[in-house]
């Protein structure tokens, strides 16, 4: 249970800040609302422009200042956010069970944005492209044999580090044995 404070995040000592985020992204309640989140989204209800999921650490915006070469993101705070927009693309680009059957993916769907805290929490990788302009984790979940690829964007002027898009690498099949 999170104890609730008279501080805003910004006048917190920064480890009791980066403790929060943490709590906050650890919490499967976090996931589950990202996921109603998005589902509203693609059922066309209204909905606030972005849902947060918890405010950058320390180490994660030291890490992506350095690969983005955003050096806001050293001197201010900002939120990992899913837009609006983002669940919309996402079903554009990934939601065709077809179309990314043939890709060795499989069509995004609105409960697979209930993982995007713990792949933001705990990435197996981390890398950047289109010039620092996209910010990609992945992280592999052992149990779907699966791996959730997310992209996101530095949004300097709002704070915030924003999902673009996602997709879902299914594990290759096993070669069988004679």
């Given at each position: ?20 985020a943490v709590a906050i992204r ?63 693309h996402v079903r554009t680009e ?48 052992e149990d779907e044999g699966e ?32």
């Open positions: 249970m999170l104890v609730r404070s008279e501080k805003q995040p910004h006048e917190l000592p920064a480890a009791q800040r980066d403790a929060l650890s919490q499967p309640e976090t996931g589950e609302a990202v996921a109603r989140y998005a589902r509203a989204v693609l059922s066309g209800q209204p909905v606030e422009p972005y849902r947060t999921m918890g405010l950058l650490t320390q180490a994660e915006a030291e890490a992506i200042a350095g690969m983005t070469g955003v050096e806001a993101l050293r001197r201010e705070l900002y939120d990992w956010t899913v837009g609006q927009y983002a669940p919309l990934h939601g065709d069970e077809a179309t990314e059957s043939a890709r060795g993916q499989r069509a995004v769907t609105a409960a697979d944005y209930a993982r995007l805290p713990s792949v933001i929490l705990e990435p197996d990788r981390r890398w950047v492209e289109d010039g620092g302009a996209t910010l990609l984790l992945d992280k592999w979940f791996r959730v690829v997310a992209a996101f964007a530095v949004q300097k002027k709002r704070r915030m580090v924003t999902l673009k898009s996602m997709r879902i690498i299914r594990r290759a099949p096993r070669a069988q044995r004679p």
